[in-house]
Structure formats: structure tokens, C-alpha cells
Antibody, heavy 121, light 108 residues
Framework: QVQLVQSGAEVKKPGASVKVSCKVSGYTLTELSIHWVRQTPGKGLEWMGG????????VYEQKFQGRVNMTEDTSTDTVYMELSSLRSEDTAVYYC??????????????WGQGTLVTVSS | DIQMTQSPSSLSASVGDRVTITCRASQSIINYLNWYQQKPGKAPKLLIY???SLQSGVPSRFSGSGSGTDFTLTISRLQPEDFATYFC??????????FGQGTKVEMK
């Protein structure tokens, strides 16, 4: 069974950056494809990006390109999502989730507990 | 991007009711459609994948149907633990995933 444990809540000022971590247990990171999904009251669930197991590269939703960076540390089985140039609209709960292939498509099967990021001056 | 539109955005129902939620895609996604349940303060939980396949451990009162652009999630007899928000998600345009805006099922 995969478990994803995320870092704690953050409060940031507009223009700052935030880095959220997601530690994997039950599997090693090399066996999984980890993605990030955020949830805002206004826009619901938004996929942000993650590791594409088909191409072997990290892919990002276009609206976050240039502002988001997703990295991983295989020595600690931890994935990181850093979002920069924060604005109030980035206030959201950020989730990491595992992407699995269930024919014919893909599912987000296991989720972290979520990290609340509040952007406020 | 493929847009996913759910209806209604919320509904009120009683225990034992039959509940139906619809999800419409902006283009055909064949059957690449998943449904999730989310309770307050918790992460989403997968209920149904490939439009109609029940995830392991999910009660059989949940069912999904549809293909192309129109999909339905049905709860045959609503139970107290089913009051939650439900989201659809398309996995056709890999690796770009989109979700519906959610349907909140509230107690009447």
C-alpha cells in the first residue's frame, strides 16, 4: 500500500515562493509517477504537473509553466513542488497523488493528505 | 484543453434516495472517465474508472455509465456516508488531466 505524507501548512506573502514536500512509503519513488493537484474554492481541482511515465519526463500544465518546478530525491523517496511568484489566487490546498495506468486510461489512485498554502500580505 | 462540466453543482437528497450526477466532456473522451468522492478535509478517493468499472472496495450501490461526451454517476440508495462532493476526471488527453467542478450531495 502506498502512503504519501505531505509537509505542513504554509503562509506566504505575494511574490514569494513555496516548496511543498511529499514523502512516499510502501513503494520506492522509482516505481511511481507522482503528480500534483491543487484545490481552490473557485476553480475546484486543477492538475499542475507530474512525472510522465511514458516519456520519462516531468510535464506541467501550461498555466503553471515557468512558475512551478517539481523535483525528486530518490535517496529519501521524497518529491517536491515549488511554486514561485505567488499571488492570492494561489491560495489552495495542494495534493500529491500517484498516477497509475488502469486500462484504458490513467487514474490518481493514492493521495497525500493535502497542504494548505495561504498567500496573504 | 478538454473541459469537463458537471451538473448539478449541488443537490439535496435523503437517505435511501437514488442520486444521479452527470458529467459532460467538451469533446469525445471515449470511456476515459473517472469518478472521485471527496469528504470535507480529506483527499479525493477513486470510486469508478474507465466510466463504469468499480474500484476495489467501493460499494456496489455506486455505478457509472456513458461514453463519448456524456457520463453518469449513480448512487442507487444513498447512505449517510455518501454525503460528499463528487468529481469527474478525464484521462483521454494524457498527460494533461482535467476535472469537473464537482457536485456536492447534501442532506435534505
Amino acid at each position: 500500500q502506498v502512503q504519501l505524507v505531505q509537509s505542513g501548512a504554509e503562509v506566504k506573502k505575494p511574490g514569494a515562493s513555496v516548496k511543498v514536500s511529499c514523502k512516499v512509503s510502501g513503494y520506492t519513488l522509482t516505481e511511481l509517477s507522482i503528480h500534483w493537484v491543487r484545490q481552490t474554492p473557485g476553480k475546484g481541482l486543477e492538475w499542475m504537473g507530474g512525472f510522465d511515465p511514458v516519456d520519462g519526463e516531468t510535464v506541467y500544465e501550461q498555466k503553471f509553466q515557468g512558475r512551478v518546478n517539481m523535483t525528486e530525491d530518490t535517496s529519501t523517496d521524497t518529491v517536491y513542488m515549488e511554486l514561485s511568484s505567488l499571488r492570492s489566487e494561489d491560495t489552495a490546498v495542494y495534493y500529491c497523488a500517484t498516477l497509475h495506468y488502469y486500462a484504458p486510461g490513467w487514474i490518481f489512485n493514492f493521495w497525500g493528505q493535502g497542504t494548505l498554502v495561504t498567500v496573504s500580505s | 484543453d478538454i473541459q469537463m462540466t458537471q451538473s448539478p453543482s449541488s443537490l439535496s437528497a435523503s437517505v435511501g434516495d437514488r442520486v444521479t450526477i452527470t458529467c459532460r466532456a467538451s469533446q469525445s473522451i471515449i470511456n476515459y472517465l473517472n469518478w472521485y468522492q471527496q469528504k470535507p478535509g480529506k483527499a479525493p478517493k477513486l470510486l469508478i474508472y474507465a466510466a463504469s468499472s468499480l474500484q476495489s472496495g467501493v460499494p456496489s450501490r455506486f455505478s457509472g455509465s456513458g461514453s463519448g461526451t456524456d457520463f453518469t454517476l449513480t448512487i442507487s440508495r444513498l447512505q449517510p456516508e455518501d454525503f460528499a462532493t463528487y468529481f469527474c476526471q478525464q484521462s483521454y488527453s494524457a498527460p494533461q488531466w482535467t476535472f469537473g467542478q464537482g457536485t456536492k450531495v447534501e442532506m435534505k
